[in-house]
């Protein structure tokens, strides 16, 4: 932290790298996200200071303490919620959320979508292993259906989510996926991730190599990726394949891969549109057994000024930036300057006095400033409800329910099948019960 | 035109001090009628206190019993500490609002009623089997029936007003009535109406007009033969306003911010009665207020922390079960001591509880509620306008400890209004803020010599770069760090923090004897029923002092030898005995509890008998031993 900033020298990734011993797993796909970020924040034109990186808790929430930045190793799936809080009041700071499928998607779902449609401008880098590393080995929520774990001993029941759908469906204004070993590919998607004006959202694919080794090896193996992984690019055709011989075409309102030639050449295949986001829900139900797997940008929806009835003006809960023009404080570069303190403050206390009429000044007489940081629009591409693809998840089937009934059965009375430490349980608590009930019933006098 | 100053013939008798309860349906528009009541009482120059008592259902059914609203108001020409116990004057919209609140009348009280109200249909819901207007069970109160739906309809024939719309101005009938009985000046009112209503004139002129019309009925009908005056109390001069807790709370909040140079952020989540916190910041962003209104509890809590990190004044608001949500970060925000301060306005639990009623319940949960060893310091305010000076400190601590800061308050000052001194903001105390930028020696638990708080550094400055987060940090680097002995080093220092804070805490006031046989030990809202109690104990003669704890965590340091200066210590709370076990673990005293859990405020009555019984029992204790050593 000593390494003071370097405003009349070019930064490099060095400057990025925190005195902290790295301390993920040999082989983690962690260490390759770390390195492709630390490349690309020297390139971005941002004094090391102004980036702040949050995270919550597992494994890819240790990545603050690696970057040598502001950094916020928060708690399980809180991440979102101290970034806006960071963001609203300090709206100059690159703000990076750094999470995972369990701390973004599980502990953490309800302040994910909620940061999605407020559209706050952060970034979120959330690494996909589909398995719990730092509690060693649980199913996660991206985990297929049917996966034995630890805690899944003959196979999970739970339907997994796919997160670059549920940020689609949370209207996120930026939503892409990369995956750990594509380093050129990784660099360009974080490079726009920060570029863009909202919430960017980034899947990376990242191998566990200790408790889910492989899950992406059909996107990772050399033999395997081109024809696995399906390339994302603005207003080109969808083609992939170690040929480049194979397309996406939509009949129907069906996706379907068809070979190129034989009659079917690129003007058939669907064009990759990031400002549709209805095409991007479409791509985002791609992937195996049937598909490819869509890396790349999603969608990238501009903010952009409201049009009509249709377009949607989006204001984040928080209340816009103060008005300078009344007083109190003015922002002068990172100093705040107090003035006439004592005038506003009387102003306020005095509100509904004794000798007047208040004298408040109330939300709606408060000019906005035109470029409060919060105030943002997107487009208002719709696309048509029948596009709906098909998903990545229908690898497993759900087992059937007489398979759960029956693990059921086996936690509840397996080990206790003559209730003798259920019955222990329940003097403990009745002793319990007669001793509070007496100290109760005694006003909480105690001793007499 | 009604001003206050009547000009009828009628008799004129003083009184010193009156207790009247506006009561009716939650539709009736009671609260509004009290809240009024009270504005132009305070422009009387009374002093006063207020109880709002209404139920968690916006609309309960109308006409039950579980959907009556009350709203109670003592006012004086001396000094009120209490809404008051017993009423002098209940006014009921219907059947239900008398039998939930006549027994609560003294004999010989003045009962307003709406005949009309008291339909069949009415009198079934309420569940009364005759007419009590007419029974002769109301005989032992002055009762006087007033048509108040005809004569309101009547006044507001000729504006075109819907039956409905014209049905709901009664409230104001009833407040002009009750302002000739009292002398009050309707002019506020009719300045209030003017500007709520200011985007529906018709509204304002038939508001206007029925409270005027509720005035002059009352003057010139043969209902009231007479009328009562209320002299101006004898308070302190400067310039007065009426005040609830919960806009204390917001208010005290921005002047700590204001004179600490620093934004304020509020992460909050609504919920009964915390909500009222939010709403006034929202308004208030001219004074560099950022509201959030968060998706649940805990991101309420976070966003504030995250606030807190970029160097804002981070506040989170909460009541009952939204405070269990909070615990997670607390420990959090204290790990990496940042200042934050967590509002819990408390209501009557467990779960949803009674979310409208109040209760204090949540104090030992203030104090231990979070997993690990997690200090962390609590405030509480007396009554509804020290809800601004304990917000300002809560402030003025948190930033100068680096800690967050528990305020509590409950439901019954967040909601209840008293006349507040307004400060001169030049009175109030600076909370110095200096927001490390030196690069030289720099660590991020380096610590204060003497508050042992560590630097506050916020993203942006530059050769500051560092980590922070909830794993146990090493001593001075704050880098994570599992060594044995510096857990025991960290947990032990941030105990010590805490502890410190003692030295903030002014000597504590003790009112009446400096010895004596009985100390009445508060915290909280019980303040004003327990210096009622006390007053009049000490007027009939007995030794009896008072103490009321602000500072609940530390303890004042003087506190143990207080309660030692009295035979005995009893301690009334709004739960089953919380303050009292940590006196008695601390001090070692035989603190006495004394409980009640209805989600209703103690009256001064019930203090005082519990005093008296108490006094009585010790002496007798006392001479048991002496004959069986």
New interface residues.
């Given amino acids: ?2 390494v ?2 370097a405003s009349d020298q070019k930064p490099s990734k060095k400057d990025f790298v ?1 005195d ?1 011993d790295v301390r993920w797993c040999p082989g983690c796909g962690d260490y390759a996200i770390l390195s492709q970020v630390q490349k690309v924040l020297p390139e971005l034109g941002i ?6 990186f ?1 995270s919550g ?1 597992g494994c890819s929430s240790r990545f ?2 690696y970057v ?8 399980h799936g ?1 991440a ?11 709206p ?2 690159s703000v990076w959320i750094v999470t995972g499928d369990g701390d973004a998607l599980s502990i953490g779902g ?2 994910l ?2 940061i999605l449609r407020r559209n706050l401008d952060v970034n979120i880098l959330l690494f996909n292993n589909k398995i719990y590393g730092l509690t060693k080995g649980q199913y996660s929520p991206t985990s297929e259906v049917g996966k034995v774990t630890k805690s899944t001993p003959i196979g999970s029941v739970d339907h997994p989510f796919d997160p670059i759908a549920l940020a689609l469906g949370a209207e996120a204004s930026f939503v892409a996926r990369s995956i750990d070993v594509e380093t050129k590919h990784l660099q360009d998607i974080v490079r726009r991730a920060h570029h863009h004006k909202g919430t960017s959202f980034v899947e990376i694919l990242q191998n566990c190599n200790v408790f889910n080794d492989g899950a992406f090896a059909d996107v990772t193996e050399k033999t395997t990726k081109a024809d696995a992984t399906l390339v994302l690019e603005h207003g080109k055709p969808l083609i992939f394949g170690k040929n480049r011989d194979k397309g996406i075409r939509l009949r129907n309102f069906q996706p379907e891969v068809v070979a190129l030639g034989e009659g079917i050449s690129e003007s058939d295949l669907l064009v990759h549109d990031e400002r549709n986001p209805a095409l991007a829900y479409l791509i985002a139900r791609l992937g195996p057994p049937h598909f490819p797997t869509p890396i790349g940008v999603f969608t990238a929806v501009d903010p952009a000024p409201a049009r009509g009835s249709s377009g949607r003006l989006r204001l984040a ?4 930036a ?2 300078f023009a ?4 003015r922002w002068h570069g ?1 100093d ?1 300057v ?1 003035e006439e ?2 005038d ?3 102003d ?8 007047g ?1 208040s004298r ?4 709606g007489d ?1 000019p906005e400033t035109p470029d409060a940081h919060l105030v943002e629009c997107v487009g208002n591409w719709v696309g048509e409800p029948e596009h709906l693809g098909v998903g990545r998840h229908q690898v497993a089937h759900r087992p059937v329910e007489i398979t759960l009934l029956e693990l059921q059965q086996q936690v509840a009375f397996g080990d206790d099948a003559d209730q003798s430490v259920a019955r222990h349980h329940q003097q403990a608590a009745d002793t319990m019960l007669t001793h509070h009930s007496n100290g ?1 019933r005694d ?5 007499q | 035109m009604p001003d206050g100053a009547t000009s009828n013939s009628k008799r004129v008798e003083p009184r010193d001090r009156v207790v009247i309860r506006f009561a009716g349906d939650s539709g009736d528009g009671m609260q509004v009628t009290g809240t009024q009541f009270t504005t132009e009482s305070a422009l009387a120059g009374n002093d006063l206190a207020t109880l709002p008592d209404f139920p968690a259902e916006i609309r309960a059914p109308a006409g039950t019993l579980a959907g009556v609203s009350a709203f109670q108001l003592n006012f004086a020409s001396d000094e009120v500490f209490t809404p008051g116990d017993d009423l002098d004057v209940l006014v009921a919209m219907n059947p239900a609002a008398l039998k939930v609140n006549v027994g609560d009348l003294k004999p010989g009280g003045i009962l307003i009623v709406d005949r009309e109200g008291f339909n069949e249909q009415n009198l079934k819901k309420a569940e009364y089997d005759r007419n009590p207007l007419g029974d002769g069970s109301l005989d032992r109160y002055q009762l006087f029936q007033a048509d108040v739906a005809k004569l309101t309809s009547a006044a507001l024939k000729d504006l075109g007003l819907s039956a409905r719309a014209v049905f709901r101005c009664r409230n104001f009938f009833c407040l002009g009535m009750t302002s000739w009985l009292y002398h009050r000046p309707i002019g506020p009112s009719e300045s209030w109406l003017s500007d709520k209503f200011k985007k529906t004139p018709e509204l304002v002129e038939a508001n206007i007009r029925a409270l005027r019309a509720g005035y002059n009925f009352a003057e010139n009908s043969e209902l009231f033969a007479v009328s009562y005056e209320i002299r101006p109390a004898t308070i302190a001069p400067g310039k007065y306003r009426n005040i609830t807790g919960n806009t204390a709370t917001a208010l005290g909040f921005v002047a700590a911010a204001q004179k600490a140079g620093r934004p304020i952020f509020l992460g909050s989540y609504p919920i009964t009665p915390a909500s009222d916190i939010l709403h006034e910041l929202s308004g208030l962003k001219q004074f560099n207020v950022y509201t959030f209104q968060a998706e649940d509890e805990i991101a309420g809590i976070g966003a504030a922390l995250g606030a807190a990190f970029g160097g804002a004044i981070a506040i989170t608001t909460t009541s009952g079960p939204g405070m269990n949500l909070k615990a997670e970060t607390m420990g959090l925000a204290l790990a990496v001591e940042l200042p934050l301060i967590i509002t819990d306005i408390q209501r009557a639990g467990p779960s949803t509880g009674m979310p409208t009623k109040t209760e204090q319940a949540d104090l030992l949960m203030a104090m231990y509620g979070r997993h690990g060893e997690a200090p962390v310091p609590i405030l509480a305010a007396a009554t509804p306008a020290d809800c601004f000076a304990m917000a300002f400190e809560a402030v003025r601590i948190a930033v100068r400890y680096m800690t967050p800061v528990i305020l509590l308050t409950d439901g019954y000052l967040a909601n209840g209004a008293e006349p507040w001194l307004i400060p001169d903001p030049a009175s109030l105390p600076d909370i110095p803020v200096q927001l490390r930028t030196d690069p030289n020696g720099f660590f991020p638990y380096l610590r204060d010599q003497v508050t042992l708080s560590r630097p506050w550094v916020v993203p942006g400055t530059p050769g500051l770069e560092h980590r922070i987060g909830g794993l146990e940090k090493e001593y001075l680097t704050g880098n994570v760090s599992y060594a044995p002995m510096n857990h025991e080093q960290m947990i032990r220092v941030r105990a010590r923090k805490i502890a410190g804070i003692v030295r903030e805490i002014p000597p504590t006031q003790v009112l009446g004897p400096e010895t004596g046989d009985l100390l009445v030990l508060g915290w909280g809202s019980t303040f004003g029923a327990i210096t009622q109690a006390v007053r009049e104990l000490g007027a009939a003669g007995h030794r009896v002092a008072q103490a009321h704890l602000r500072y609940l965590n530390p303890l004042p340091p003087d506190l143990g030898s207080i309660l030692r200066r009295y035979r005995t210590v009893l301690v009334p709370e709004m739960n089953l005995g919380q303050l009292v076990r940590l006196i008695r673990a601390e001090y070692l005293v035989d603190a006495v509890g004394f409980n009640k859990i209805q989600g209703r405020p103690f009256k001064v009555s019930e203090i005082v008998s519990r005093c008296l019984r108490l006094l009585d029992g010790t002496t007798l204790e006392e001479s048991v031993t002496e004959e069986h050593p």
């Fill in positions: 932290m000593s003071p900033s925190s902290q004094a090391r200071e102004r980036f702040a949050i808790i603050p303490y040598n930045t502001y950094g916020f190793h928060s708690i809180r979102p919620a101290i970034a806006t809080g960071l963001k609203a009041t300090r100059e700071l309800n302040h979508i909620h809960a928080v209340a816009a103060p008005a009344l007083g109190g404080f990172e705040i107090r303190v004592d506003v403050v009387d306020v206390l005095h509100g509904h006095d004794t000798d009429a408040r000044v109330h939300q408060v109760i006003g909480g006098r105690g001793r």
